[in-house]
């Protein structure tokens, strides 16, 4: 399941440095950036990216606890926001 968040970058080159669920309000921050891929670019459209990411703040399943886990998240080039989901 994908759920829609906001990815919010920092630094230079920028990366990732924080992920926000859109509803309900969760935010985790992004420790480790594991992997990242690039598809190639069609008609003018920009690439579609796949961050794999060591974050920390609220557990799946149990947001009233925090903790540190993976999540994926992608852009895709037919949907708005950035999308998360769990490895």
Request: hydrophobic content about 40%; cysteine-free.
């Amino acid at each position: 399941m994908e759920i829609a968040a906001y990815l919010r970058f920092g630094g230079f080159p920028a990366r990732p440095r924080r992920v926000d669920r859109v509803k309900p309000s969760l935010s985790w921050d992004v420790w480790e950036i594991l992997s990242e891929e690039r598809d190639v670019q069609h008609l003018g459209a920009p690439p579609a990216v796949r961050y794999r990411l060591r974050v920390r703040g609220p557990l799946p399943g149990a947001p009233d606890r925090t903790g540190e886990f993976e999540m994926f998240v992608a852009s895709r080039n037919d949907r708005p926001y950035w999308w998360i989901s769990l490895p």
